[in-house]
C-alpha cells in the first residue's frame, strides 16, 4: 500500500506543495508514496492553483478519509486538521514547522519538526541530507511555499534558514525574480471578487482546540482592506454561521500585507477574553493590531495564553 503524503484540511501552498516534495523525497528513496490533500484539485485556493500551474505541477490526490490508510503528515501534527479517521489510519511520518500536536502513534516515527517559517524549508533540509537531487517543478513549487508562508520575509516567522532556502530553490526552479513571483501568488491570492464570503473564510483556516473550547482562526492576506470592503458584512455572516456550529470563537485576520498589519475580526462568547489576548479593544466586532502578520506565531500563541492552555 502506497504511503500517502498529505498535509492539512483547508489546504495551503505550503500543505499541497510539501505533500508532493515528501512524496517526492520518499519515491527516490526507494519507498512508494503519493501526494494527497484534503481538497479536489477544483476546489484549491487561487494561490495554490497558480502556483501548480506555474511550474507544471500535478494536483495532489484528494483524501478525506483516512480510515485503513498508511500516512506521512506535512504541515500539521494536529487530529483536528486531519483527515477523518486519523486515529484510526497508520502515521509513519510527520514532517512540520508548528507546535507539536495531539497526533501520537504506536510505533517510533521519522518526525522532523523545526522552528522555520516553512515546511518546504525543512524538505530542503531533507533533500541535502539524504542527497537527492530536487527536481526543478518540485523546487518551484518549494520556493513558491516558503514565499508565501513568509510573506516574502516580511512574516516574524521568517528566519535565515528560510532565506537561504530560498536562495537555493531560485536557482535550481529557475526562477531570477522572486518578487515577481511573490506578486503573482499575492494577486491570486488577495482576489475577492465573485468568491462566496465562507469560501474566503476557508481560504486559509484552522481550528484549534483551546482547553475544551474551538476556535476557528482564518486568514486572508491582501494588498489593501479595501478589497473587502464590499463584502465585510458578508464575511461576518459566514462568520457566524460557523461559530453556530458548536465554536466559542472565530476570528478572521484580513492581513494588510503592504501596511504590515492585520485588522483582526472577532465573533466569541468571551469577547473580553480575545481583546485581553491582544490588549485591544474591539470596535465594530474588530481591532487593528499594527504588526500582526503570523496566525501561527502572533495569533494563537495569545490565544492558547487567553484560554490558559
Not at 85 to 90: I, K, V
Not at 112 to 121: Q, Y
Not at 229 to 245: I, S, Y
Request: charged fraction near 25%; proline fraction near 3%.
Amino acid at each position: 500500500m502506497s504511503i500517502c503524503v498529505i498535509g492539512h484540511s483547508n489546504p495551503d501552498t505550503d500543505s499541497v506543495t510539501s505533500a508532493i516534495a515528501l512524496a517526492t523525497l520518499m519515491n527516490a528513496q526507494g519507498q512508494d508514496a503519493k501526494a494527497c490533500m484534503q481538497s479536489s484539485a477544483d476546489k484549491l485556493n487561487p494561490e495554490s492553483k497558480t502556483v501548480l500551474a506555474r511550474f507544471g505541477l500535478t494536483a495532489p490526490e484528494e483524501l478525506m478519509d483516512a480510515a485503513g490508510q498508511t500516512l506521512a503528515l506535512v504541515d500539521f501534527s494536529d487530529i483536528g486538521q486531519g483527515p477523518a479517521n486519523l486515529e484510526s489510519a497508520e502515521v509513519v511520518a510527520i514532517v512540520d514547522h508548528h507546535k507539536v500536536g495531539d497526533v501520537t502513534t504506536n510505533q517510533p516515527i521519522l518526525f522532523r519538526a523545526e522552528p522555520v517559517g516553512c515546511t518546504g524549508t525543512v524538505l530542503n533540509k531533507m533533500f541535502k541530507d539524504a542527497g537527492v537531487a530536487i527536481p526543478k517543478d518540485v523546487a518551484g513549487g518549494m520556493l513558491a511555499a516558503i514565499l508565501s508562508d513568509t510573506v516574502n520575509f516580511k512574516s516574524p516567522t521568517c528566519t535565515d534558514d528560510d532565506k537561504a532556502a530560498v536562495a537555493e530553490l531560485k536557482v535550481v526552479a529557475g526562477v531570477e525574480d522572486t518578487e515577481e513571483l511573490f506578486m503573482e501568488m499575492l494577486k491570486a491570492k488577495s482576489a475577492v471578487d465573485g468568491v462566496p464570503a465562507k469560501d474566503l473564510l476557508f481560504r486559509d483556516y484552522k481550528d484549534f482546540d483551546m482547553k475544551g473550547n474551538k476556535v476557528g482562526v482564518g486568514q486572508l492576506e491582501l494588498a489593501t482592506l479595501d478589497q473587502v470592503a464590499d463584502c465585510r458584512a458578508d464575511l461576518m455572516a459566514a462568520m457566524a454561521e460557523v461559530k453556530a456550529d458548536g465554536r466559542h470563537s472565530v476570528l478572521l485576520m484580513l492581513t494588510d500585507v503592504v501596511k504590515e498589519g492585520t485588522d483582526l475580526v472577532v465573533l466569541s462568547d468571551d469577547l473580553a477574553l480575545i481583546e485581553g489576548a491582544f490588549g485591544g479593544k474591539l470596535e465594530n466586532s474588530s481591532m487593528w493590531i499594527d504588526g500582526m502578520m503570523s496566525r501561527k506565531k502572533q495569533t494563537v500563541p495569545n490565544l492558547q495564553n487567553a484560554f490558559g492552555c
